[in-house]
């Protein structure tokens, strides 16, 4: 596994992938440190992608990322994780909309979960889910980072229309 840290205007991101894909994307937070795993090597061919497509989005050049991705869970989890991925850049939905579009109404909860537990933030969007009443809930980078990517990506979305 490779990984790298990028700086942003949201903090520093540790990057993990290997030759399957990205695997991790984690927050930095003051109440809490991104962990680099000791078999893990910094740099490397695999993560050139990764940071190009991330400074893209943060630049505001990039709405789409095409990456390999390799993120491991249930399969439950994984099909909350894909539905995300269908959220339009600059757009949000709630918990039970997602639920709805996975098929399974009453798993807000559920869905809830899986999207905590989402390793790959910002390229795969749970920012963009929020509270049915349209207020921001949960976010692994915390709630301020949260607010911003909602805000760049609808700024950014404004002027490329």
């Not at 807000?108 to 749970?126: D, H, W």
């Not at 607010?147 to 002027?159: A, M, N, T, V, Y």
């Amino acid at each position: 596994m490779q990984y790298d840290l990028l700086k942003t205007p949201i903090g520093q991101l540790l990057l993990a992938a290997d030759a399957d894909g990205l695997h991790h994307i984690r927050f930095d937070r003051a109440d809490r440190d991104a962990v680099i795993e000791p078999h893990w090597q910094r740099g490397g061919e695999w993560l050139e992608p990764v940071l190009a497509q991330l400074r893209a989005y943060f630049d505001g050049e990039l709405q789409h990322f095409n990456l390999p991705l390799a993120a491991s869970g249930t399969p439950f989890r994984t099909s909350v994780w894909h539905a995300l991925t269908q959220i339009p850049y600059g757009e949000t939905i709630s918990y039970g909309e997602l639920a709805r579009r996975i098929g399974n109404p009453a798993a807000s909860r559920a869905v809830g979960a899986a999207n905590g537990a989402n390793p790959l933030p910002i390229v795969v969007p749970c920012h963009r889910v929020i509270g049915a009443s349209g207020t921001l809930t949960g976010f692994g980078g915390g709630l301020p980072v949260k607010q911003w990517l909602l805000e760049h990506e609808r700024k950014q979305r404004s002027l490329w229309a």
